[in-house]
């Protein structure tokens, strides 16, 4: 078995089958936990998902975004307004939020990655992420520093059938469902001949280009894929927490999904999946130690990048001297 | 607009160009000179006021500049101090490694700042009353200038003035615009490279910190300063040029005009013009108005 399982080497079937595995277990998290953590359940498994978007482009791609936050808080709001100002059902009002932040996406990476590389497209990111933050605070409509609050759990119709996730757990085996299928997604454009363009635009952008695939469009088309699922992450959170905050969209939100990648390890399709509960576990042992959840979150983030640059999934990876550590998420 | 309200938008822009240009000035010189763009610059500042706030509880309300400026020197040697010891288990490790991950660790500083902060002085907000003689302002005409204000605008300057002599004029400066332009032919020449990159480190933690005891009575204390102010001095080095001191002072003082002139025609939206003119510059100027392309 091949123990450097970046994302070319790691066998599919392999993940699939991590995925029904994860999934199941993560249905039966209500008859075992209580309310507040069937809560951060579920707030994971879209921390998830939107980790694993990012690492579409930074473990995969190459590229460095400081700015996810604001395709995050697109989906939310989007969400949010279309579900509660406009009383569109939830699910045309999911899909919409998605393309929203693909749309935009495709706008801010139509723009940024023409103009720049490296750690100025980072910058650049991060500046337009500070701009729609700005530019939520001061909108009426969306709420300014309030956001929007007292948004429904909805109730899917489809044809006859009708399913109130208002009630019990309802949602969260909603989001179960959701987030495993975008996962899934994630995983197969991982495994098309365009996932295996851009490991090659990540390895050598030039010699690349010399070999005919588009880079730039490449890079385009990853950041606007990248940029929906972050927003189909995000407009999740609009009817799960039932409140929407600018800080959503704050660029410390932006750094979340960096962290559980590099922690997880970025090498590895699962690495932001483990990193998402990695980093939520230690906010929940230190939440009511001021501080001390930054304090640890910024060292091991630190001792990460100097010492374990494969992140948790590296590091077992080298303890099993092969194989490849197995359950996560 | 009258005359007075002119001049209190340029004494406004200007304040808060010189503040910015103040934190600014330490994360340009590093990232001139050892190539980090050190997201923790914003976090070691933020220390450097908290430092300055104890020092201020601990001595009592004093009414001399003196002491104000003793306190802020005292923030910026115990800055540099921590600063030899982040070069010592951080920065010298960055060596070599790609530059996404350096930002990534230098982030990761900024939350062991900021978490440190908040172990240390708790969430509160805390503030510091300025000496009396700069408490109050100064009437002129109709005019009203702050004198805190005038305060911060010179010691910019003065700041500006320090740094454009030493690295011009003092052979230690030339080493180190030296060792920025090539550090390989510098260690061939018999340059202890490492050396000025610790003594560069030290200088830039050093000016982090007395930013932060200058302007500790500029504005609240909370742990929230150092991601608000690392975000300002990234948007003026960008425009000003990355690495160039000069870049930083006047692409502050063109940021913090642009800002107070978009504030004044488009009122309720602040921050907005800073955001725009970053996002354009960085699209149509990557290197910024006074830097090198590269």
């Known amino acids: 078995m091949d123990n450097r399982s970046s994302f070319l080497g790691g066998p599919a079937r392999r993940d699939w089958i991590v995925l029904a595995v994860v999934m199941a277990l993560g249905l039966l998290v209500p008859s075992v936990l209580n309310r507040g953590l069937i809560f951060i359940a579920g707030l994971v498994w879209i921390n998830a998902v939107f980790g694993l978007s990012f690492n579409l482009l930074f473990g995969l791609s190459g590229v460095l975004s400081f700015g996810q936050a604001m395709f995050f808080a697109a989906g939310a709001y989007a969400a949010a307004v279309l579900t509660q100002s406009l009383g569109w059902p939830f699910l045309p009002a999911w899909i919409m939020a998605a393309v929203a932040g693909g749309l935009l996406a495709a706008l801010v990476g139509a723009v940024a990655l ?16 500070e701009l729609m933050h700005l530019l939520i605070t001061n909108t009426g409509m969306l709420g300014r520093n309030d956001g929007l609050s007292g948004l429904a ?45 851009l490991q090659a635009v990540k390895q050598d952008p030039e010699r690349a280009e010399f070999l005919g695939i588009p880079v730039r469009l490449h890079r385009l088309v990853i950041f606007t894929l990248a940029g929906m699922m972050t927003a189909a992450a995000g407009a999740l959170v609009a009817p799960w927490a039932q409140i929407v905050t600018p800080e959503l969209a704050h660029w410390s939100n932006s750094t979340n999904p960096i962290l ?29 130690l001021v501080g001390v959840s930054d304090l640890v979150t910024g060292l091991l983030l630190l001792a990460v990048v100097l010492a374990l640059p494969g992140g948790v999934l590296g590091l077992l990876a080298r303890w099993t001297g092969g194989t490849r550590g197995k359950g996560k998420a | 607009m009258q005359a007075a309200d002119i001049a209190t938008l340029l004494v406004n822009s200007l304040t808060w160009a010189m503040a910015t240009f103040l934190v600014a000035a330490g994360l340009t010189l590093v990232f001139g000179t050892l190539h980090i763009l050190n997201f923790s610059h914003g976090g070691f500042f ?62 990761a500083l900024l939350l062991v700042c900021e978490g440190s902060t908040k172990l240390v002085w708790g969430l509160k907000y805390h503030s510091v009353m300025p000496p009396a003689m700069l408490d109050g302002a100064w009437v002129m005409g109709s005019a009203v200038v702050p004198r805190l204000s005038l305060f911060i605008i010179a010691c910019g300057l003065t700041v500006f003035i320090a740094l454009e002599v030493f690295l011009n004029r003092t052979k230690s400066g030339r080493l180190v615009k030296a060792i920025a332009a090539d550090p390989w032919m510098a260690g061939l020449l018999g340059i202890n490279v490492r050396r000025v990159y610790t003594a560069t480190v030290a200088l830039g ?44 002072f006047f692409g502050s003082i063109l940021l913090g005009l642009i800002d107070a002139i978009g504030q004044w025609v488009l009122p309720g939206l602040p921050g907005l013009p800073f955001f725009i003119a970053m996002t354009l510059i960085l699209l149509l100027r990557p290197q910024g108005l006074m830097g090198r392309k590269h």
């Open chain 2, 205 to 248: 933690f050093a000016l982090a910190g007395l930013a932060g005891g200058l302007l500790v009575s500029n504005q609240a204390l909370s742990p929230s300063l150092a991601s608000a102010f690392v975000i300002y001095a990234f948007g003026v080095i960008i425009v000003g040029g990355m690495g160039s001191i000069s870049g930083a």
């Open chain 1, 153 to 197: 759990r909805p109730v899917l119709s489809l044809g006859a059938a009708r399913l109130d996730l208002g009630q019990g757990d309802n949602f969260y085996y909603f989001i179960v469902v959701a987030c495993g299928a975008m996962i899934a997604l994630i995983r197969f454009v991982i495994g098309t001949a365009f996932g295996r363009a």
């Open chain 2, 46 to 107: 933020m220390i450097g006021a908290y430092a300055a706030f104890s020092l201020a509880q601990w001595v009592g309300t004093s009414n001399s500049i003196a002491l104000y400026l003793f306190g802020s020197l005292a923030a910026g040697v115990l800055v540099a101090g921590l600063g030899l010891v982040v070069d010592r288990l951080v920065l010298r490790r960055l060596a070599g490694v790609e530059d996404a991950y350096i930002l990534i660790a230098t982030y």
């Open chain 1, 260 to 288: 559980y990648t590099l922690l997880g390890g970025s090498a590895y399709f699962w690495g932001p999946a483990l990193g998402a509960v990695l980093l939520s576990a230690v906010f929940y042992v230190t939440r009511t």
């Open chain 1, 114 to 129: 023409r103009r720049s590389e490296g750690v100025y497209f980072a910058i650049l990111t991060l500046a337009f992420a």
